[in-house]
């Protein structure tokens, strides 16, 4: 499932899925001591979800039906309430990680961003919902009895490019995954440049085992 923003005709919306050293926080690599005129960033937040996995899945799907993703206070408005909602639900996230880069120019922001989405998409086992500037996609998929049971988990993943620098703390804590969400919480429309929200199982009915959850997301840290 994907919310994205296109904004000056650039990091273009899309259906599917090189320069000056960019500043290096974790995760995706870099250097750390180069400061630029104009700055961009590209941060993933990652999160290991167990409970009722269907409930996240509706509020989730709920989020992407009710907003215009091609409007950017309304794109805002998901980001904010997907944050939210993250943070009043502290004790069913388990596993988590941030990562984060900083790019001189909108172009290679725009390409890391893309780059790391396409990466995050071909995790899932299958893509049933999407909404890209108000088209909404969805498909069936079965799903056998064995997939469903008290071992169920969910991986929602926040991608988010914006003007300037942000820095996201790297996660080992449920107090850490509390600053990374609240650091995300801080974002203002004016300089959100795009904001891609992914899960997975998306399918009604499917889910993670824990081990599923770590062979597909291995590098997550227990929180």
């Not at 993933?44 to 709920?62: N, S």
Request: hydrophobic residues 35%; contains cysteine; aromatic residues 10%.
């Amino acid at each position: 499932m994907q919310q994205q923003l296109a904004r000056n005709g650039s990091l273009r919306a899309r259906h599917e899925a090189v320069s000056r050293p960019s500043v290096y926080f974790f995760g995706f690599g870099g250097g750390d001591d180069d400061v630029y005129d104009e700055e961009y960033t590209v941060v993933k937040l990652q999160v290991g979800l167990f409970g009722d996995v269907r409930k996240w899945q509706k509020d989730l799907e709920r989020l992407s039906e009710l907003f215009d993703t091609d409007d950017e206070e309304s794109l805002h408005f998901i980001l904010q309430e997907t944050v939210t909602k993250l943070l009043r639900n502290m004790e069913y996230c388990a596993y988590g990680q941030t990562a984060g880069k900083v790019f001189d120019n909108l172009e290679d922001c725009e390409r890391k961003f893309n780059q790391v989405s396409l990466e995050e998409r071909t995790k899932f086992k299958e893509e049933t919902y999407s909404n890209v500037d108000g088209r909404r996609r969805t498909r069936s998929m079965e799903i056998s009895p064995s997939d469903v049971g008290m071992d169920a988990w969910l991986c929602a993943t926040l991608v988010v490019a914006v003007e300037g620098k942000l820095k996201l703390p790297k996660v080992s804590s449920l107090a850490d995954m509390r600053k990374a969400l609240t650091g995300l919480g801080s974002v203002t429309p004016d300089s959100l440049l795009a904001f891609e929200l992914l899960w997975t199982p998306q399918a009604e009915g499917d889910s993670y085992s824990k081990d599923e959850l770590l062979a597909d997301f291995p590098t997550l840290a227990l929180l």
